[in-house]
């Protein structure tokens, strides 16, 4: 059975800081690894998708890389500001079932 | 990508009673999920809803209580029948394609007194 983990569970940093969460899945049968992003009582907003085939996937101040032997990948925020300030949710599609497994999810707060 | 709506947005509902919740996608789509988020929580697949033919329920969630109808590409419903306070969650509609990336509604926030 397929788990995601995310580390850490909730992270405070001061405005401009460059940040890095970390999400780990313990079996390698994945088609891709998707990064989103939740604010408080909102549905979820993709933010990077990475292909098994994949190593990163950049998007603005967003970099995401993917090991996929070893399971982890990494969500790097560049410059960070309070309006990134929201849950980060970190899922794999799986190869069985053909679904998404999410981690728990990191809450970040960006101080002014 | 894919715009999804959801209906209602929000609701209160007494004990016992059912609520149908309704997804709505602007292109046709291959896949259609249903997700829990109870407070404080992260997500939990309820089922895949398949077009033509019953919805693929995940362990811990039976048909009775979350019955779900997916008449064509676009369109699903989710029930959530004789509700107790437990049931009170976001509940999340989300689209896809195989190999491809996801897409989530703006969920429907669930109240039961």
């Known amino acids: 059975k397929q788990e995601v983990t995310q580390i850490p569970a909730a992270l405070s940093v001061p405005e401009g800081e460059n940040l890095v969460l970390n999400c780990s899945f313990t079996?390698?049968?994945?088609?891709?690894l998707q990064w989103f992003r939740q604010d408080p009582g909102k549905g979820l907003t993709s933010l990077l998708l990475i292909q098994s085939s994949q190593r990163e996937q950049t998007s603005g101040r967003l970099n995401a890389s993917l090991d996929k032997s070893s399971g982890r990948s990494t969500l790097y925020i560049a410059a960070s500001q309070p309006g990134d300030s929201a849950t980060y949710l970190c899922a794999v599609f799986v190869e069985y079932g053909n679904k998404l497994v999410f981690g728990a999810g990191t809450i970040l707060r960006v101080k002014s | 990508s894919a715009v999804i709506s959801q209906k209602p947005s929000r609701d209160i509902c007494q004990r016992g009673t059912s609520l149908t919740i309704q997804c709505q996608v602007d292109?046709?789509?291959?896949?259609m999920f249903w997700y829990r988020q109870q407070p404080g929580q992260s997500l939990t697949l309820i089922a895949t809803?398949?077009?033509?033919?019953?919805?693929?329920?995940e362990s811990g969630f039976v048909i009775d209580k979350f019955p779900i109808s997916r008449p064509n590409l676009t369109f699903s419903t989710l029930t959530v029948s004789n509700m107790s306070p437990e049931d009170s969650s976001i509940y999340l509609c989300?689209?896809?394609?195989?190999?491809?990336?996801?897409?989530f509604g703006p969920g429907t926030r669930l109240t039961v007194t």
């Open positions: 292109s046709q789509v291959t896949m």
């Open positions: 809803a398949n077009q033509g033919s019953e919805a693929t329920y």
């Open positions: 079996d390698s049968a994945i088609y891709n």
């Open positions: 989300s689209v896809g394609w195989l190999m491809g990336e996801q897409y």
